[in-house]
């Protein structure tokens, strides 16, 4: 037997109401056949204990998470260098960190196209993918316990788990049931279970740190840099897109208290390498070098608003835009953070976010792509262009690093926040709390600021939302229903729909949570996977026109962009002994960018070490990391950003080639 299924996918009805999978991969608690029993029914206070024991070092909760995550690769294999090859490898090494994966979840991360994947997509997936609650697995098994006595016969147990969900063989149930009924009735006390299984998943996790910290050897590999065995290949790709790739290059977390042997092991790789160091200004002690025009109330103004999106895979995704200017004219160009608190004295949390634009001429290809230019220079959150453009139609691409809006660790709900509730005559309604997050929401996706909602600016949320477009035909069907104005919907009508699908779905707030967490909300209600920006275009001469083009299109010339206003700007060195690896360094007023070129016939896989960096966050999201350079090829490596904008910051990273073995 090798793992225990409970599914509640929409094909099982008892367990419909959430998609909930638990499994628990006994053999793997604790290495060699004989010992997982003892894990299995080890006490609360020994967990408890060992908790304490390995807590006790002073860690940030992303550290934390890292190790955790680094204690569960090296559970299953020798260096977090190593590469998983397989689903079923993927399956093990996800149970040593805690989770459950269900068939459906690893389809979705082993595809068929799927080789390979690295110790940063094991992170990734591991951020994305929430261990489950002791609460959620009880509720399954009280959808199954028919006379509510607090058991479940072995007859009831058989079919569910053989004929619904994730379908498992008898003897695999057989097995199951002879593990869970201690006392040999023919029954189990499913809460006494789900206290074991929850015991057994902390145990695992408990049992890969000891080891990790027992194993002197598997601690100074520092997360798989010292190459006890050879990546058998490393992920790579010839296109990079703006924001450092999880599922294309491999990242390696070091922890901090780990330096002495955080370089490659090799005297070749020491002779190869790179040292820089930078020390930046407090953003309160800069000079502001682009200042707005004193006449700029008298250009010609149009704007534009918009969000960055976090996605699964730790990318994200913003609307692309087509800029028109009619005649050769002095242009200035400015992005922020919108603020969409009512509250000046606590503005949204994604304030801090940097933003910044691209302006791209020519055709629709990274080939034909002519950078023109990028918002480069800073006026408090405003970050500002200002120059003569010929007349034209250009692509206007928003960027942001990365380094403020990634991926964190998901903290638990401990009451769930209600969406829909029953007024005193018994009709349903929205709550006070969503009305409010709606109310954001259409501020964000009112793109023209107009206060209404166009066919075109609903589609693009519809597009985010459910991937579909409402056509001709279904927007005749809202503006019948819903308030509208101007053949437009209005912020009351946006309320008005959502209360419909509410209303269609008896009061179940399921897709309403779908449509909040493709927006960026977390169950808090809180926007914490999403920014929304405000673009403002002021021409001196002539009335430019900005329209919004695509939610998908433009990464590829974006990257190309990126990765040209690094290198034009930047001071470049060769890494020491290969001529033909070059990195460049762009420093701006508020960030540092690199670009990693390989010149040579093959791939080179390069060791980034930001340990020695002060205030600094790096869009990679951890100090130490590797990245696979495919031959003949420039990679973003990653962007650098003052944690804190206000004290003076220190980058300072060495790049070393990881000799291939």
Not at 390 to 398: E, I, V
Not at 435 to 443: C, K, Q, T
Not at 507 to 530: F, K, S
């Amino acid at each position: 037997m090798g793992t225990f299924h409970i599914s509640c996918s929409f094909r099982c009805p008892f367990l419909a109401s959430r998609n909930v999978c638990v499994h628990s991969n006994y053999n793997t608690v604790i290495s060699g056949p004989n010992c997982w029993k003892q894990s299995f029914f080890s006490t609360r206070m020994s967990l408890q204990a060992s908790s304490q024991s390995i807590g006790m070092q002073k860690c940030t909760d992303e550290e934390t998470f890292y190790m955790h995550c680094r204690a569960a690769y090296l559970t299953v294999f020798r260096s977090s260098l190593a590469s998983i090859t397989s689903k079923h490898q993927l399956c093990r090494v996800l149970q040593q960190a805690g989770r459950n994966p269900s068939q459906a979840t690893l389809n979705k991360h082993w595809t068929p196209s799927t080789t390979k994947l690295n110790f940063d997509d094991f992170c990734e997936i591991v951020k994305n993918e929430r261990p489950t609650e002791a609460h959620e697995l009880m509720r399954a098994f009280r959808k199954m316990d028919i006379n509510g006595d607090g058991y479940i016969s072995h007859s009831e147990l058989h079919i569910v788990l053989t004929s619904r969900g994730e379908k498992m063989a008898a003897k695999e149930v057989d097995a199951i049931f002879s593990l869970a009924d201690t006392n040999k009735d023919g029954k189990l006390d499913y809460a006494e279970f789900c206290r074991l299984m929850e015991s057994t998943a902390e145990q695992c996790q408990i049992a890969a740190l000891e080891r990790l910290e027992a194993d002197a050897k598997l601690k100074r590999q520092n997360f798989g840099n010292e190459l006890d065995s050879p990546p058998k290949s490393l992920a790579s790709t010839a296109v990079t897109v703006p924001q450092p790739p999880h599922k294309t290059e491999p990242d390696i977390t070091l922890k901090k208290d780990s330096r002495s042997s955080s370089r490659p092991s090799s005297a070749r790789s020491r002779r190869s390498s790179l040292s820089n160091a930078i020390t930046m200004a407090a953003s309160n002690t800069k000079s502001i070098k682009l200042a707005e025009p004193t006449s700029i109330q008298d250009w010609h103004h149009t704007c534009m608003k918009g969000s960055f999106f976090l996605e699964e895979d730790g990318g994200i995704t913003s609307l692309q835009y087509r800029l028109t200017v009619p005649q050769t004219a002095t242009v200035y160009l400015t992005i922020r953070p919108l603020n969409l608190s009512q509250r000046l004295e606590k503005p949204s949390s994604w304030m801090s976010v940097d933003t910044a634009v691209f302006l791209v001429s020519g055709k629709d290809t990274k080939e034909d792509s002519t950078l023109v230019c990028f918002t480069e220079s800073r006026d408090k959150e405003k970050c500002c262009w200002k120059g003569e453009m010929s007349a034209g139609t250009y692509c206007l691409l928003p960027f942001t690093t990365g380094c403020r809006l990634r991926k964190r660790t998901r903290k638990s709900v401990s009451k769930p926040v209600t969406l829909v509730n029953r007024t005193d005559t018994g009709e349903l309604d929205l709550t006070r709390d969503f009305r409010g997050v709606l109310s954001d929401i259409f501020e964000v996706i009112d793109l023209d600021g107009n206060g209404l909602l166009s066919l075109e600016e609903y589609n693009f949320f519809e597009l985010r939302t459910s991937g579909e477009n409402c056509d001709e035909e279904a927007w005749a069907v809202c503006k019948e229903n819903f308030d509208t104005r101007k053949n437009q919907l209005s912020r009351q009508g946006f309320m008005e729909l959502n209360l419909m699908e509410a209303s269609e779905r008896g009061g179940d707030p399921t897709d309403l949570w779908v449509t909040l967490e493709a927006m960026g909300y977390n169950r808090n209600l809180e926007m914490v996977e999403a920014c929304p920006f405000l673009i403002d275009v002021y021409c001196e001469e002539g009335q430019c026109t900005l329209q919004p083009v695509s939610l998908e299109s433009g990464h590829r010339i974006l990257n190309t962009a990126l990765q040209r206003s690094i290198t034009a700007r930047s001071e470049v060195k060769a890494l020491r002994g290969q001529e033909n690896i070059l990195v460049y360094t762009y420093r701006g007023e508020h960030r540092i960018s690199t670009v990693i070129a390989n010149k040579t016939n093959q791939k080179v896989t390069v060791h980034v070490n930001n340990e020695q960096s002060k205030n600094c966050s790096s869009s990679r999201g951890m100090s130490v990391f590797a990245v696979e350079v495919p031959a003949r090829t420039k990679m973003v490596c990653q962007h650098v950003l003052p944690i804190n904008e206000h004290q003076e910051w220190t980058y300072s990273c060495v790049e070393s080639i990881i000799p291939c073995q």
